[in-house]
């Protein structure tokens, strides 16, 4: 089949390719020239695990342009969605796509959105864009479902796929371009797909502000979290994931979907309680880690090594890390701040430019007076804390192996 795949980042750029590498003909529309350039090249504009070999084999069914001239029979919407002040998203980059793809599209093509939207904007928004060109189209909603750092593994390995549609025809169609890919198939309406997307994301951030709140009142108790929800967790009706406690969730996903979800009921005049409270709970749970720290030091004019800035491991993205809030708050409060992240330095730099940045775990422990732990890196596993000034080590997230011979406490166990 051909597809045209508008919007070059993770969602777009790991779609279109694995859309090639299942043997359709892709191309991918992006306004960023830098970006369609290095594409043009076979190089992948941004990191993904397997993402440049995929590609590199894939690229003379791979074409990337910055000119909308659409003769795709299918048309992917993947722009962002960013936050606008009140939580609710920003339509404006979906709104721009529908328009360019409604005036440049053959008649009888397929215009997908694959962005995550409130419930109800690809068919009281994306399609009477659309139809005011006169086109006649099919619509559909497609959400993804891919992890940053997983998405190709995650795109071809679904637990599930999500067709949002209004008639069969469509359905049939997007049916047969996914049949290479064994998952069950989900056929929807668009907005119960949309809703699908936003309750599936506040769900899994459900389980980790609630694992975090049982964490907060285990660490009171003394117990550990960790095998009170390995106890939990066996239950197959709970399942084992994303009850990990710790700093809480960060990411371009779940903190925006949440605060959109909210935002969105909120304008519906349907206030959600639960969500609301899931987004309190994140707030929160890094500063705690602070609070602990303060129970052995002032920490102004301290010495504090960081390990971790990416919001999870194996990424160098650091949107809404709750690094950021833990890093904020310890300069506020006066401290030096040295800190070490395999992959996310130079993303944190724009954001805290004047901390220490180290070369190592090693060069940030050197000299601390304490050491907080933000992400799991499993470089992080086993550091040498022998080089510290004192050996206190706080855990925002379950990774060291071994606490011989160091001051130890978990954020919440
Ligand atoms: C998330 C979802 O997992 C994907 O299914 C979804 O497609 C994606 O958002 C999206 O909407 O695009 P992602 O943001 O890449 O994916 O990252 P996750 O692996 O889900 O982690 C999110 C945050 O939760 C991280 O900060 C992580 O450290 C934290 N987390 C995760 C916990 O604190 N505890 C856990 O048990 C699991």
């Given amino acids: 089949m051909k597809v045209c ?85 920003e339509l404006k980059y979906v709104e721009a796509a529908a328009k360019r793809i409604g005036e440049t599209m053959k008649d009888g093509s397929i215009v997908v959105v694959k962005s995550t939207v409130f419930p109800g904007t690809t068919q009281q928004v994306v399609k009477p864009i659309i139809e005011s060109y006169g086109k006649n189209f099919g619509i559909a909603m497609n959400p993804e479902f891919l992890r940053e750092g997983k998405a190709i593994h995650d795109f071809m390995n679904p637990d599930r796929i999500v067709i949002g549609v209004e008639d069969e025809e469509t359905a049939n169609i997007l049916k047969k371009l996914y049949e290479p890919i064994k998952a069950p198939v989900l056929i929807t309406t668009p907005t119960e797909a949309e809703m699908i997307k936003y309750a599936s994301n506040a769900f899994l951030a459900t389980k980790i502000s609630f694992a975090n709140e049982i964490g ?129 330095m130079e993303n944190m730099k724009k954001i805290f430019p004047d901390i220490i940045y180290c070369r190592s775990v090693k060069e940030a422990l050197k000299e601390a007076d304490a050491c907080l732990i933000l992400t799991d890196w499993e470089e992080f596993s086993e550091p040498d804390f022998s080089v510290m000034k004192r050996k206190i080590v706080i855990e925002g997230r379950r990774v060291l192996k071994n606490k011989e011979g160091i001051t130890y406490e978990g954020v919440c166990w």
């Fill in 216 to 344: 907060n009142l285990c660490k009171i108790l003394g117990i550990d979290v960790y095998k009170v929800m390995k106890g939990v967790s066996m239950d197959h009706r709970i399942s084992p994931h994303f009850l990990n406690a710790g700093v809480g969730f960060g990411g371009s996903c779940f903190p925006k979907d949440l605060r959109a979800l909210l935002a969105g009921s909120r304008q519906l005049g349907y206030e959600m309680e639960l969500i609301d409270a899931v987004l309190s709970v994140n707030e929160r749970q890094p500063l705690r880690i602070i609070n602990i720290l303060e129970k052995y030091m002032d920490v102004k004019g301290k010495t504090i090594a960081v390990l971790g800035l990416a919001f999870k491991a194996n990424t160098d993205d650091v949107r809404e890390s709750r690094s950021i809030p833990v890093i904020r708050e310890l300069i506020r409060k006066g401290a030096i701040v040295k800190a070490y992240d395999p992959m996310a």
């Fill in 5 to 89: 795949v508008v919007g070059g980042g993770y969602v777009g750029v790991t779609t279109a390719v694995c859309f090639a590498e299942m043997g359709n003909e892709v191309k991918i529309i992006d306004i960023d020239k830098e970006k369609i350039d290095k594409i043009k090249k076979g190089e992948a504009p941004i990191y993904e695990e397997g993402l440049q070999e995929m590609m590199e084999r894939n690229m003379e069914r791979i074409e990337a342009t910055t000119e909308y001239e659409i003769d795709e029979d299918i048309i992917f919407i993947c722009v962002g969605t960013p936050s606008k002040s009140d939580g609710s998203i």
